[in-house]
């Protein structure tokens, strides 16, 4: 018996360990819907997701958020991606590079709308950034400020005091300094993303980033260009 | 001296736990999404964390579940599993010092679970150290 007693300690730890983490990986949650509410939807009622994954899985009534939202890419596209971002956050600053690629590589066939959800009490600056970039969406430089940002969050993301440094971006991409300033402290920013961020909680929201297609959320391991890639091309063939 | 190996038997799974505590969040993607709870985690999202598409927490998981076998082999008096420990150990604390090198100056965000990795296995070399010392 104790000949065989360790082995036998070894083998039970071991069934322990492989069986928790098999438990633990299959109860993962099952990824939400969006319900029709749906901003992209509702511009475009004839293109709304498949009805075939909506039967899929159970649907989740998402308030609207930010009216209109920012969004690349034309508005019948087949493929519609939402994303939950915070500048801050690095994950997201990965996932720049990605969603960019996959808008120059799907081009008409896809359209891209993204969601400020700043992590305030995780991220310092999460929230001045998020009101930099609805500040220059304000004088139809949206995306521009939001790529600044993304490319250039290690820049800014550890520093004290942010606003000089947005402020420069602002300046480089041809902002009205004056109105940028007013904006940034102003009632329709803060609006605007408090209006993102519900939408966001309404869906279910907790983390960034949270990519949502044709109203199905895409699981964060799907998120790498080359998955997403593959994930969006067969979307399209389902169509 | 057998006190040491059920410390480290113990010590073991806790860092055990703790790996695939990290396996499981990082094949997840839970924590390696920015929450409002847990904050980020910029050092499993970095491209240190997956070696040759295995995640690293889970081969520090199957590293500490040897590490406890060997500590439960040397107490029922396997004594060649003590060697094999204690190469084991040494290699592992090598491997923490690079990845705290690693969080501390260049991806410059630290992860708790893999501090509590980095404490278990300084902890391991202290006990395989002072079990060779007794033996000697």
């Not at chain 1, 947005?166 to 940028?180: H, V």
């Amino acid at each position: 018996m104790k000949r065989i007693l360790p082995f036998i300690i070894i083998l039970v730890v071991l069934g322990v360990a492989l069986g928790s983490a098999w438990y633990l990986t299959r109860t993962i949650p099952a990824t939400p819907t969006l319900g029709s509410q749906s901003p992209s939807s509702s511009q475009s009622p004839a293109s709304q997701g498949s009805p075939v994954a909506q039967q899929q899985t159970p649907v989740v009534q998402g308030v609207p958020g930010a009216d209109p939202p920012y969004v690349l890419g034309p508005a019948d596209a087949p493929v519609k991606l939402e994303e939950f971002g915070d500048y801050e956050c690095p994950p997201c600053g990965m996932f720049h590079p990605i969603l960019k690629q996959m808008h120059e590589e799907f081009g008409d066939k896809l359209q891209i709308t993204f969601r400020e959800f700043p992590l305030v009490p995780t991220h310092q600056h999460a929230l001045a950034a998020a009101s930099a970039a609805e500040a220059a969406g304000l004088q139809g430089k949206f995306w521009p400020m939001h790529d600044m940002l993304y490319e250039h969050q290690d820049d800014w993301k550890k520093e004290f005091d942010v606003r000089p440094i947005f402020e420069s971006y602002a300046k480089q991409i041809g902002l009205d300094i004056d109105r940028y300033n007013r904006d940034m402290n102003g009632e329709l920013v803060a609006q605007r993303i408090f209006a993102d961020g519900k939408r966001g909680h309404s869906l279910g929201v907790k983390g960034t980033p949270t990519v949502f297609m044709n109203g199905r959320e895409v699981p964060f391991e799907n998120l790498p260009a080359d998955k997403l890639r593959v994930v969006i091309q067969n979307e399209l063939r389902g169509k | 001296m057998k006190k040491i190996y059920v410390v480290a038997a113990l010590l073991a799974l806790v860092g055990l736990a703790d790996a695939l505590y990290l396996t499981i969040e990082h094949l997840t993607g839970q924590s390696v999404r920015c929450t409002i709870i847990s904050g980020c985690s910029a050092v499993l999202a970095s491209q240190y964390a997956v070696i040759a598409g295995i995640p690293l927490a889970a081969i520090g998981a199957a590293a500490y579940f040897m590490v406890f076998s060997l500590a439960i082999l040397t107490l029922f008096n396997y004594q060649w599993a003590g060697k094999v420990m204690r190469a084991m150990v040494i290699t592992m604390f090598a491997i923490s010092v690079w990845l705290m090198y690693l969080q501390a100056f260049v991806i410059r965000e630290f992860c708790q679970y893999c501090l509590l990795s980095a404490l278990i296995t300084t902890a391991l070399l202290v006990l395989v150290l002072i079990s060779r010392g007794l033996r000697a």
